[in-house]
């Protein structure tokens, strides 16, 4: 099942909503010497009678004054706010508001202007309140630009079933022209700016500025409205509390300053509401309730609580046979305190999972970043890989036969996803217990890859359903073992694991819930390139969830 979108055809479907176009021009609009809106406008983080609007005004020298309004119609007639922000280098010269004042569950349109320069025009949504009988969520992740065009993001923009944009991190990359991505960025002319990895705030913010003047970007967010949370690479590859992978001290400094810098740029780029009085920017967790239909809990696994992740590569020799890998399991990976979420983070579940509850919210979401379902290495057996030898280069033939043996003895696919911290999943789940919950619907990024997986307790508990998301353009993890190979390695996946429904790594694209009070229908939709502006969208998979007895039931349709 296919349809096929341009960049054109999206520009249309988009002009007939917004009454200006994707740049509107105003005096010495796009100049690098006059003011300008070159990185678009933005809304987010609602909540029944508020959102936040966003800009960055560029060209400026020292302040600008910034006005602002939003209305109930594209023509402005129908003024729902106004009003001035300075702005200055301090903030990097992006502006923020919160407009408040607004109606529930309705659609507004804003727009910013100085000096006679007009941004373009955004479309906003609140949350509503009371009965609800549909709900419509694009949910995305993984977001690298030298990888490809956004082209996703740019489906998204014309899909008339979304009502919200759920991005659930690694909205950016911190890597330099020499790193991941950085070969497929040259061939495309889409490379990272600047060119090294990103360290200090000037290096983050010089960064989100990149991401946010891509036109299919600036695309999705005027047109839906984003709740978002980050994962890791909005600082660095897998950090913990104390440092990350990617992060090398001797080299790059403090990794305190680091952390802080980047979320400092990521406060003043994104369309989230600035910390309430009392919190860092690290205590970042949501809350988004929709109606008395659903409710969205974000979670925090980054920088408040995670303990350091554990490295097969610091154990690789003791794990030679089952009865060491089993050890190592229990012993090391699933020592008791290895925490994931913090006693704060937790207290706030708590308490959004237990108000769901009492307030018969029918659909409790969980907006997580890395997988949570038990996921072991696939089982290949010997004639699987000698049929597979001739396919691939003998590095990848290599990892493919290290992937071999360690699905042999039932190890995790990865410990940085939850996988690597059961100690703090099985806390996780009693937590939930604790509400009266066991039919969680948890959405997750991170991976690459699409994914329905069922999730069980230790000890055989359902307590729901996960619903993976693949990049927009960060690639799978199979795609060095060829087309046959990465489709092989999907297929076993699930073969070889019981929680796992089903997987894709193998295409970019977006999860599209469409939510009523019976079920909950997902569309694995896939974007047929990411390395040219010209596109078609493809269904991959079509499910449906509907509750039974307290728990989650699975159906796949045609």
């Known amino acids: 099942m296919s349809y096929p979108i341009t960049r054109r055809r999206a520009l249309a479907g988009l002009a007939t909503s917004l009454a200006l176009p994707l740049v509107a021009k105003g005096r010495g609009q796009g100049s690098p010497d006059s003011l300008s809106f070159m990185h678009g406008v933005a809304s987010g983080d609602p909540d029944h009678e508020s959102v936040v609007l966003w800009t960055r005004i560029s060209g400026a020298e020292d302040t600008a004054a910034v006005d602002w309004e939003i209305a109930r119609d594209e023509g402005f007639e129908r003024r729902a706010g106004a009003g001035r922000v300075i702005t200055s280098a301090a903030r990097d010269f992006t502006v923020k508001v919160v407009a408040e004042g607004l109606l529930p569950g309705e659609r507004y349109f804003f727009r910013f202007h100085s000096e006679g320069v007009l941004s373009p025009v955004g479309r906003a949504r609140t949350l509503p309140r009371g009965a609800l009988e549909t709900l419509g969520l694009a949910v995305v992740s993984c977001s690298n630009y030298p ?32 790193g991941y991505g950085g070969d497929t960025g040259a061939r495309l002319g889409r490379n990272h700016d600047p060119r090294h990895e990103i360290v200090s705030l000037a290096d983050y913010r010089r960064r989100h500025a990149q991401y946010k003047a891509d036109p299919a970007s600036q695309r999705m967010h005027g047109a839906h409205s984003l709740l978002a949370i980050w994962d890791d690479h909005e600082s660095a ?121 009492h307030d018969g919210i029918p659909w409790r979401m969980l907006a997580n970043q890395i997988p949570m379902a038990r996921t072991h290495h696939p089982r290949l057996d010997n004639g699987t890989l000698e049929a597979l030898r001739g396919t691939m280069t003998a590095s990848a033939f290599s990892r493919l036969e290290e992937m071999a043996r360690m699905g042999s003895l039932g190890l995790p696919l990865y410990l940085d996803p939850w996988d690597g911290y059961p100690w703090a999943r099985e806390r996780f789940y009693e937590l939930c217990r604790d509400c009266g919950v066991h039919d969680l619907l948890v959405l997750t990024g991170d991976s690459h890859s ?106 796949e349709e045609s």
């Open 147 to 178: 990888f490809g065009y956004f082209n996703a993001y740019d489906a998204i923009a014309a899909d008339e079933d979304v009502d919200w944009v759920l991005h659930l991190g690694d909205y950016l990359y911190e890597y330099g022209v020499d």
């Open 237 to 357: 590859n897998n950090p913990w509390m104390d440092g990350a992978e990617n992060h090398q001290a001797e080299r790059e400094g403090s990794w305190d300053a680091r952390r802080r810098a980047s979320l400092q740029a990521y406060f003043e780029w994104m369309p989230i509401r600035d910390p309430a009085k009392g919190l860092r920017r690290e205590d970042y967790w949501r809350s988004w309730r929709f109606g008395d239909l659903a409710q969205i809990v974000s979670l925090e696994t980054r920088h408040t609580g995670r303990a350091r992740q554990i490295e097969y590569a610091e154990h690789r020799d003791a794990l030679n046979s089952a009865a060491e890998a089993k050890g190592f399991l229990r012993d090391v990976v699933g020592a008791p305190g290895r925490a994931m979420l913090s006693d704060a983070m937790e207290r706030f579940l708590r308490g959004e999972l237990g108000r769901a509850v």
């Open 450 to 555: 699409f994914w329905s997986n069922q999730l069980f307790t230790a000890d055989g508990a359902a307590m729901g359903v996960e619903l993976g998301t693949t990049g927009i353009t960060s690639p799978g993890d199979f795609v060095e073992f060829g087309a046959e190979g990465a489709r092989l390695i999907d297929e076993q996946l699930a073969a070889s694991n019981d929680e796992v429904l089903w997987t894709d790594g193998r295409h970019s694209g977006y999860l599209r819930l469409r939510v009523n009070r019976e079920v909950v229908r997902g569309d694995y939709l896939s974007v047929s390139t990411i390395l040219e502006e010209t596109y078609h969208v493809q269904t991959l998979k079509q499910i449906a969830l509907t509750r039974a007895g307290g728990t989650l039931r699975y159906g």
